[in-house]
């Protein structure tokens, strides 16, 4: 039985396919409920908090301090949030969640100098459509450059990846990149990743011939995921990410099926 289609692609789900379709399946396709992520809330944290930095502080008043503030302020703000409440920690867990927090943002100021940075957009929704697909994605930043130029910065608050696997992460931010062609009549010359925890910076060009790419790369993953929906044939491929996986007990690569999470998901009683 052919299985409907997401509503739209996102570089974080494109990242997911890639990465193994049977799991794309069950978050995307079937969505199946998954356990909050220290880490994504972490990340949520931190980008909340780089987001009131530049819009709240003008040049000259962007400080390790004003940061802090602005990290702070961002606690508070997601303290009723259902993915953070859903964490529970203790007042120990929490005072150690926050402390690193606190490293993340004051090590982007090994990265970059805040007060050169002209923000355009934070935290901007795009979205277009490539042929049969809505494309969506969420900048970081985009901003102008002193030449005139757009650039776009995509913050990561993992570790940084190794050389032979930069490739791959810029693919997100490339798509980007190519949202901010079609909806903004623009490419911006570069973008970004910053790897807060390693205080690491990788940067590329966009030319013509990028943004071909990403739209040829895009086209091809849909077309894949209409063909897997059409034949309900998502299949895994496993990989050292299975450790972080939710779904293993559905997984046949360990012993599961994956009829069992269907099931499971229409009678609501899925313990992941």
């Known amino acids: 039985m052919a299985l ?16 193994c379709p049977l799991a794309f399946r069950f978050s995307v396709i079937d969505k199946l409920p998954e356990p909050p992520s220290p880490h994504a809330v972490k990340g949520t944290l931190v980008h909340r908090a ?52 606190e490293a993340l943002v004051l090590r982007y100021f090994d990265v970059e100098e ?16 490539i042929g049969p697909v809505l494309l969506r994605g969420i900048i970081d930043r985009l901003e102008v450059t002193p030449s005139g130029d757009l650039f776009v910065t995509d913050y990561k608050t993992g570790r940084s990846p190794s050389q032979s696997y930069q490739q791959a ?49 895009t086209l091809a993953i849909w ?22 996986c939710n779904f293993k007990a559905f997984c046949p690569a360990f012993g599961g099926d994956p009829a069992m999470a269907r099931a499971a998901a229409g009678a609501g009683t899925i313990g992941l």
């Open 114 to 129: 805040p007060d050169s940075v002209r923000p355009l957009g934070l935290e901007l929704v795009l979205e277009a459509d």
């Open 50 to 101: 780089l987001e009131l930095f530049y819009w709240s502080r003008d040049p000259g008043r962007r400080t390790r301090d004003d940061a802090i503030a602005d990290l702070r302020q961002a606690w508070h703000d997601l303290a009723d949030d259902p993915e953070m409440v859903a964490l529970d920690l203790s007042e120990e867990e929490a005072s150690a969640f926050l402390t690193d927090a």
């Open 223 to 244: 077309s894949a995921i209409e063909r897997a929906c059409q034949n309900d044939d998502f299949r895994p491929r496993p990989s050292a990410l299975c450790g972080w």
């Open 169 to 217: 992460r810029l693919d997100g931010v490339q798509i980007y990149a190519y949202l901010c062609a079609q909806v903004l009549g623009r490419a911006p010359a570069k973008v970004q990743l910053l790897y807060l925890r390693d205080g690491v910076a990788i940067t590329a060009d966009i030319s013509e011939q990028t943004l071909a790419s990403v739209e040829k790369k």
């Open 4 to 19: 409907a289609l997401p509503s739209s692609l996102s570089p974080s789900k494109v990242s997911a396919f890639k990465s």
